[in-house]
């Protein structure tokens, strides 16, 4: 318990007074009349490593875009650091890592430059200075793509894409890091480092919300797991978690009998 | 209404704004005229003043065609320039409408800004609302433009029917000083919007998910966008033409891509082509007293073509070594894991 409060002290932004990073109160959505996700209600906690899993469908990527703030709820009450979700702004405090889907597939763009975009929220209009490339070359150096730096992205295997993305959360330098089932497509050893790399980042003190599909990843790692399709089915360590029939529940038997590690 | 927004918009007003512009024209014209003398170019002597103009106004459209339309291609927004060109047209005829009807004395070349601006923010709020940017709308959008822009045109024949063809292909000889002076302030307006937001455009084109979730106003800068599409679009109009003037937005940018590996070199290279499609281009139609916009796009497609072959190339014979991937080191990050 004592290190749990020492990691919050340290990271000066987030702890001091309000340590509910996300709050989500009673909340339904849909994008039609009806419910993607409904009666939502959850709390993540600065320093926490949370999970949401649940099948296809079951809008995670849903609750994600609501909890940034990217869609409003139909009802009900989200805070993203204390201010409501859709009015948040303050970029530089979440890095945030999709499904590899999400970006354009065919422009010219180096790894580097990329990354560099981590640093737009901190710049707003000016210019890159010395100090935030080389936040930037760090950051290719912890994913381990610094001799890719100048390729083009679309050159790129699935995997190694990913790590750019990865490696521009990093560069952001957020106290939220928001993964969108960030290893699809990146090769099985790398998947593994890349936990590692989650983890030590946890223990910095950066609060980790994972969204994945992958269920043997997010027992394997996350301490919180979420479970999700349409409600909430499960919320709870992930010791707890494996042991509960909230998979049951939200994948149907086939699929439980599969993901249950 | 119409004579408020016609009170600034009327060229004895206009004209003295645009002042400092004409003094720049007389300059810019000044050196073409020494460089026609020391290096023989008949084509800009000193009595082809309009050539000058020409000039002047294909060497911006270069700049901030391939400017524009880099955020535009690579967000599958080809079309959208397209949209725009048509209801610019509608714009232009509107104006000279207004002109023959109620003698308004306004250059086509404003009501096609204003009605191509309205027309931008139109598509963007659609699709925001739809949440998709649909091929349908753009084609409704493009279509209700022209039908709107001939049938203006049609009800006041005879004295209009002659003037419009200038602005369908586009004409180097009719660029008025005033012309290439709307044309510098559309430049200035366009380059300074782009040079501020750089970092936004670049993210919000490469992903917008992510753009959004770092705390860009996504929807403003697309809106800003569209209506930069607008203002080049119409800036470029009186030499490419309506037809024409979106294939220097796609054309130059699309070769560029084939050969560039960063963003900034992208826009570099899409640059250079657009100049010389521009410049060699004009000089053609001038020798070959033709259209301007169709050798400008022709060689621009000649360009694109040759930077194809180029990228095959590259891809063949360039690097290919595949460098050595770095394991994912958790222990980078400040405090160790272990």
Known sequence: MSTHTERETTTDQTAASHSQLI??????????????????????????????????????????????????????????????????????????????????????????????MGRFPHIGFGRLSAADWEIVDQALETVGMSAFANRRVTNLSGGQRQRAFIARALA??????????????????????????????????????????DLSAVTNHAERVVCLNGQIHFDGPTEAFVESDALVQAFGTAAAGLGGV | ??????????????????GPLYWFLELWSGVLTWLAKIADIRMIQEQNAFMHRAFLVGICIGVMAPLIGTFLVHRQLALIGDALAHTAFAGVAIGLFLNSVINLGVTPYLTAVVVAMIAALLIEVISEATDAYNDVSMAIVLSTGFALGTTLISINAGGLTVSVERYLFGNLSTVTPQAAAILLVLFAIVIGVVGLTRNQLLYVT???????????????????????????VVGAMQIMGVILVAAMLVVPVAGA??????????????????????????????????????????VAVTLYTGAVVVGKLQTVYGDNSMPEMGSINANETESAAD
């Open chain 1, 23 to 116: 709050e989500v109160t009673d909340v339904n959505f849909g994008y039609t009349a009806t419910p993607v996700v409904r009666d939502i209600s959850l709390q993540i906690e600065a320093g926490e490593y949370v999970a949401i899993v649940g099948p296809n469908g079951s809008g995670k990527s849903t609750l994600m875009k609501l909890m940034m703030g990217l869609v409003k709820p139909d009802e009900g009450r989200i805070r993203l650091f204390s201010e409501p979700a859709h009015k948040f702004d303050d970029g530089s405090r979440i890095g945030y890592v999709a499904q590899h889907a999400s970006a354009s597939k065919e422009m010219p763009i180096t790894v580097r430059e990329v990354i560099k």
């Open chain 1, 172 to 213: 952001s330098e957020a106290d939220l890091l928001v993964l969108d089932e960030p290893t699809v497509g990146v090769d099985a050893e790398s998947v593994e480092a890349f936990y590692d790399l989650l983890e030590a980042l946890n223990d910095e003190g950066i609060t980790i919300l994972l969204i994945e599909h």
């Open chain 2, 1 to 18: 209404m119409i004579d408020v927004l016609a009170m600034p918009l009327q060229t004895g007003g206009l004209d003295a704004l645009l």
């Open chain 2, 206 to 232: 490469f992903d917008e998910t992510a753009a959004a979730v770092s705390g860009l106003p996504v929807n403003w800068y697309n809106r800003i966008m569209v209506m930069l599409t607008a203002l080049v």
């Open chain 2, 257 to 298: 891509s084939q050969v560039s590996r960063s963003f900034n070199e992208a826009v570099l290279v899409s640059v250079i082509l657009a100049e010389i499609s521009v410049i060699v281009g004009i000089a053609f139609a001038y020798h070959l007293g033709a259209t301007a916009g169709g050798i400008v796009v022709l």
